[in-house]
């Protein structure tokens, strides 16, 4: 069990290589890199990402790198989690409900729900799901609810969503996640195997509309629970 422990204000907080200074390095550096949605630079200037990541590598947490959090998994690197959420929101400042496939350690749910009245986030991996759950809950989020399950079937319950993220990459853009889209909701999603790029698709009144970005890495997205 990563998170255990009460985690303190100072912890919260950080110190040293995780202290504000640290982290307003790292914001800097997000902006000078393209982005431009203050607020989005705010609220990961304030989230503890030193808290998300495996023990250990707090030092390297405010590091614009992807890091291990557990089962071979990964926490995405500052710059895509930015990128991501800034591609969401477009000119929209807050959304209703967002979902996030891949909760991996939560990090990006919590990104996500400061710009979301509820974010749902589904994750495949049982551990890190139960990790994340007690994490984000010992830091106080409630607006961010957390199931087990597989990602390529969306979460049904409470679509539509006004923004889908989707944290690991399938080969194409799974149909069940274009369903539970709203009108004028996006999902950013990146797509392909060997090769991936960042994708955003929105619904217009007649259909989609796609468009695509930047050459990414993730974790692929596999089919079925772990
Ligand atoms: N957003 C995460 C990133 C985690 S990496 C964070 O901030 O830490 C991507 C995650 O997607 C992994 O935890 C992986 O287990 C998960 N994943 C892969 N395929 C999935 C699927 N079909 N459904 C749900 N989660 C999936």
Request: hydrophobic content about 35%.
């Amino acid at each position: 069990m990563k998170h255990s422990r009460e985690i303190s204000e100072q912890r919260v907080q950080g110190v040293g290589m995780t202290s504000m200074r640290t982290r307003k390095r790292l914001i800097d550096r997000l902006r000078r890199e393209g982005i431009a949605n203050e607020k989005v630079l705010e609220v990961m200037l304030n989230t503890p990402r030193h808290l998300f990541i495996s023990e250990g590598l707090e030092h390297n947490a405010y590091d614009n790198t992807p890091l291990p959090i557990g089962n071979d998994q990964t926490i995405s690197q500052p710059y895509i989690v930015a990128l991501m959420t800034e591609l969401l929101l477009g000119d929209r400042d807050c959304l209703d409900k967002v979902l996030e496939i891949g909760t991996g350690c939560g990090y990006q749910s919590a990104i996500l729900s400061k710009f979301a009245k509820q974010v749902y986030s589904v994750e495949r991996i049982r551990e890190l799901q139960l990790d994340a759950r007690r994490l984000l809950k010992q830091l106080g989020y409630n607006n961010i609810n957390l199931m087990s399950g597989d990602g390529f079937q969306g979460w049904t319950t409470y679509q539509p969503y006004d923004g889908i993220v989707v944290t690991a990459a399938p080969r194409e853009i799974p149909q069940a996640l274009l369903k539970q889209l709203a009108h004028r909701g996006r999902l950013v999603i990146p797509v392909g195997d060997a090769r991936q790029t960042l994708r955003v698709v929105t619904r217009t009144l007649t259909g989609f509309h796609e468009t695509t970005h930047l050459a990414v890495r993730f974790v692929p997205m596999l089919q079925g629970r772990a």
